[in-house]
């Protein structure tokens, strides 16, 4: 069995709010270990100071000085663990801070989480899924190039994907909505092989990722299972031919949303929404049902509209969309509404993904906005705006990310088998 991977945790509250507990069965879960970094008192006085982020809590300045022993190597880790109560915004502060510090000046994959009393190990499990992915497969990260003849399939909570990929080229993929997991993989799959002229028996390798990865992980035999952060930043930086510097993935998917930044191919810090709906592609679909169109029709629709005639002040799913039907009832047209609609829910990502963390604005200075994916990258317009810069990925490719990033990992006949994921 493979040594645990050490995952630091940088917390304030985790005891006292009852979910340390969780946090220790979420690392384990996928063979990592969690532990506090061993400083001492006249370092915690020095870093503290040496840091320069006044606040008064205890935790959080020994959190600031534990992060401060990670990045000047004085205690070793595979990855970083930050965590703190979601009523404290002094901790807030930090929490960004110190994910921005360790990004920075590190080589250390870092994930942030504010916490509640009724946090579960199930919602951290993909969070700490990908933290041990990255530090234990930073080299098949860094693949370049696909060989051989693979297949990537992402059953997604909306929709299900499939790709067939031949020496780096796709030659084969399927899209249809997520009904029933196992039906849904097969009838993208039999799609993917038909365009390809191929047969199951021709894959070398497969791949599953997304909400139903290890069921049809299962049904197919995949050869890796993998959660859908890393595949999909990967999937994005391969399509957008960005395998090289900085990059920023947003995926706003059906029931949640992520925020990835990524260099040199490789994910280093993300963050995960998913409490609110408003951030989530629902919101999309709900727009396209009110406005009388299907959801891959809303992008073009914005696409012709201006969507500063229409305010959009509301963060929430239910209190935007009666900022929509007001917008209709007052006269605006179809085509300034969705225009409205589209690029807030990719702010209203960022925020939920990322409240307060920089991922808004000084987080992507200067990294390049690859792409969105899940229900969000049908409608071809959420991207319009955000810092004014387009995305660099066509959208209509953007729905196969996940698949073609898990197809990508796979090399010829490589066996790399799943993470063992207890239940």
């Known amino acids: 069995m493979t040594a645990p991977v050490r995952i630091a945790q940088l917390s304030c509250g985790a005891d006292y709010s009852g979910v340390q507990e969780e946090i220790n069965t979420a690392a384990r879960s996928v063979n990592g270990e969690i532990f506090f970094p061993d400083i001492a008192l006249k370092d915690i006085v020095r870093d503290f100071d040496k840091f320069g982020l006044e606040v008064r809590?205890?935790?959080?300045?020994?959190?600031?000085?534990?992060?401060?022993?990670?990045?000047?190597?004085?205690?070793?880790?595979?990855?970083?663990?930050?965590?703190?109560?979601?009523?404290?915004?002094?901790?807030?502060?930090?929490?960004?801070?110190?994910?921005?510090?360790?990004?920075?000046?590190?080589?250390?994959?870092v994930v942030s989480y504010s916490f509640t009393e009724r946090t579960t190990s199930g919602t951290l499990l993909t969070r700490m899924e990908a933290l041990t992915t990255i530090a234990r497969r930073r080299a098949l990260l860094a693949r370049e190039v696909q060989e051989g003849i693979t297949l990537g399939i992402d059953s997604g909570s909306s929709t299900t994907k499939a790709i067939l990929m031949k020496d780096n080229k796709i030659i084969g993929k399927g899209w249809m909505p997520t009904g029933e997991v196992l039906k849904s993989a097969h009838g993208v799959v039999d799609t993917a092989l038909?365009?390809?002229?191929?047969?199951?028996?021709?894959?070398?390798?497969?791949?599953?990722?997304?909400?139903?990865?290890?069921?049809?992980?299962?049904?197919?035999?995949?050869?890796?299972?993998?959660?859908?952060?890393?595949?999909?930043?990967?999937?994005?930086?391969?399509?957008?031919?960005?395998?090289?510097?900085?990059?920023?993935?947003?995926?706003?998917?059906?029931?949640?949303?992520?925020?990835?930044?990524?260099?040199?191919?490789?994910?280093?810090?993300?963050?995960?929404?998913?409490?609110?709906?408003?951030?989530?592609g629902r919101f999309l679909e709900m727009t396209a049902k009110r406005l009388g169109v299907d959801i891959t029709e809303l992008g073009p629709l914005a696409m012709k509209g201006m969507g500063d005639r229409v305010p959009m002040n509301s963060y929430c799913i239910v209190f935007g969309t009666q900022s929509l039907v007001n917008a209709l009832a007052a006269g605006s047209t179809r085509e300034d509404v969705a225009a409205a609609a589209c690029p807030q829910r990719c702010r209203t990502g960022l925020r939920a993904a990322a409240p307060g963390s920089g991922h808004q604005g000084t987080r992507t200075h200067g990294r390049r906005h690859l792409a969105h994916r899940g229900t969000g990258s049908r409608d071809g317009g959420t991207l319009k705006d955000k810092s004014r810069r387009p995305a660099a990925l066509p959208v209509h490719r953007c729905g196969r990310l996940g698949t073609a990033g898990i197809g990508f990992y796979q090399k010829g006949r490589d066996r790399c088998r799943p993470l063992s994921i207890s239940k």
């Not at 401060?68 to 807030?92: K, N, P, Q, S, Y």
């Open 57 to 109: 809590s205890p935790d959080l300045k020994l959190a600031i000085a534990r992060a401060m022993a990670l990045v000047e190597g004085r205690v070793d880790a595979d990855a970083v663990f930050i965590a703190t109560c979601f009523r404290c915004a002094e901790a807030a502060i930090v929490r960004n801070e110190l994910r921005r510090y360790i990004l920075e000046h590190s080589k250390l994959p």
């Open 194 to 280: 038909a365009e390809a002229g191929m047969k199951l028996s021709d894959v070398q390798a497969i791949g599953t990722t997304g909400y139903g990865r290890f069921l049809v992980g299962k049904e197919f035999n995949a050869d890796l299972v993998q959660e859908e952060l890393t595949v999909n930043s990967k999937g994005a930086v391969y399509l957008a031919d960005r395998q090289h510097g900085p990059a920023t993935v947003i995926d706003i998917g059906g029931m949640d949303n992520k925020a990835i930044t990524v260099m040199d191919g490789i994910p280093g810090t993300f963050t995960m929404g998913g409490i609110c709906a408003g951030a989530s």
